[in-house]
């Protein structure tokens, strides 16, 4: 998997030389002069690195480190600035850079240390699971995991639709490792987050000349997807152009680079992801009626965590698990007040917020138990102003739910229920009885 990294600065040449030194050394690269887009690509895309300035127009970059480690505190940040002072470099570490570098730049240490964060993150990916799985246990979740496997061995195009935040990614994560083409490039390109001259040069390739700044020619995310698979996230934000050369590729399995005569051949495996509702879209004549029948061979639809109930604890005990690995802590769980909170949360960002939610709660707990004061500052003015009623009824729910969810990791062996409780097992009949579960 490559080492994502985002240049932030308002020269626009700076980020175009320092981009093309990166992308020669084997790093994805993207780039934005707008400081007040970060949050933006943040929230639509991943990325390793950030190599941002530290004065710029919009938006100071020590002020934009604040904002950005405020909301994702595991990304790695790098400072520039061609204007140094001693408060700037210890602003930049107080609010948690890696480094501060003087412009002009000594590439030479930087792309060191670029180097060093890459295998650090390489090591933490290879010592993971290739994919996490899909933890459920609704009954409609199950039905999409039958789709998965049922879909997975073919070539078929599938078309994932669901709101921002439900797993629409992990889903095509999970076709492509359960495919044969799982040893193959597995490519991702987010539909939304680039204009449609660049999407398209970023889908196509380019060749040199094609365009000012196509200083030489490059591979797009077909070529690199060749008997792999291409995720085309987004796809309801794609323009009618791009849309219809997406729909060639479908249906004749070629494309010609940006300013190219060459016709290229591609045997790629293509998954389109959406938030959108793409039959308003064809109504509004904004996305192509062929090409949604084309590309929803298959259709897998994702339900909101709002309506998955069931998922929220066992969905918080993963990632619980998966941070305590990456964190090296060892937190076995959550306090019954946050456990009232993860249940009665409206979850808008979905399993994605539940995910950073958790996170960041691992990170800054520093006992067995994550509490309300582990929390962002959003969810504890939510936890504040519950009503007594509303807190024994959520409370009620929830113990009903963490039996059954025993019970089903247990397999129904009531011993072996009642020590992942910690209760006994009288305890556990008796709670059984009042809840109303079968015995």
């Known amino acids: 998997m490559s080492y994502t990294i985002l240049l932030i600065d308002d020269e626009e040449e700076m980020c175009l030389s320092l981009a093309d030194v990166l992308s020669m050394k084997g790093y994805s690269v993207r ?136 797993g629409k990614e992990l889903v095509a994560n999970s076709l492509h490792q359960l495919s044969p083409r799982r040893d193959k490039p597995f490519v991702k390109v987010n539909c939304a987050a680039l204009p449609e001259n660049l999407l398209e040069s970023e889908l196509f390739g380019h060749e040199k000349g094609a365009f000012t700044g196509a200083v030489k020619e490059r591979k797009g995310r077909f070529e690199l997807a060749h008997t792999g698979t291409i995720l085309l996230d987004e796809i309801g934000d794609m323009s009618l152009k791009t849309q219809a050369k997406i729909l060639r590729v479908l249906q004749e399995q070629e494309f010609e680079r940006v300013g190219g005569v060459h016709t290229i051949k591609t045997d790629s495996r293509v998954i389109a992801a959406t938030n959108k509702h793409l039959k308003k879209l064809i109504e509004a004549h904004t996305f192509r009626e062929d090409l949604y029948y084309r590309l929803s061979v298959i259709t897998i639809h994702l339900p909101p965590l709002r309506e998955r109930p069931k998922d929220i604890l066992p969905l918080t005990d993963y990632f619980i698990a998966h941070y305590n690995s990456i964190y090296q802590k060892q937190i076995q769980g959550v306090s019954q007040e946050v456990q009232w909170f993860l249940s009665i949360h409206k979850w808008p960002g979905n399993v994605r917020e539940l995910k950073n939610c958790i996170e960041r709660a691992v990170i800054f707990c520093q006992q067995d138990v994550i509490g309300i004061e582990h929390l962002a500052a959003q969810y504890k003015e939510i936890i504040a102003t519950p009503t007594a009623a509303d807190y024994e009824q959520t409370l009620e729910n929830l113990n009903r739910d963490m039996i059954l969810d025993a019970l089903g990791k247990s397999k129904g062996v009531k011993k072996k229920a009642a020590d992942l409780l910690n209760i006994n097992r009288r305890t556990l009949y008796n709670r059984m009885k009042k809840f109303g579960i079968d015995a």
């Open 31 to 166: 780039y934005t002069t707008d400081p007040l887009d970060v949050p933006r690509m943040l929230a639509h895309e991943k990325f390793d690195l950030l190599i941002m300035d530290i004065k710029m127009p919009k938006m100071s970059g020590i002020d934009l480190l604040n904002v950005i480690k405020t909301r994702n505190p595991a990304i790695a940040v790098i400072m520039i600035t061609g204007y140094p002072t001693i408060e700037n470099a210890v602003q930049a570490m107080k609010y948690g850079a890696l480094n501060f570098y003087v412009k002009p730049l000594k590439l030479t240490k930087l792309l060191q240390e670029i180097q060093e964060l890459a295998a650090k993150s390489e090591r933490k990916r290879t010592q993971q699971p290739s994919h996490h799985p899909i933890v459920t246990r609704e009954a409609a979740v199950q039905d999409i995991l039958d789709t998965i496997a049922g879909a997975a061995p073919t070539s078929a195009p599938v078309l994932i639709t669901g709101e921002s935040g439900t």
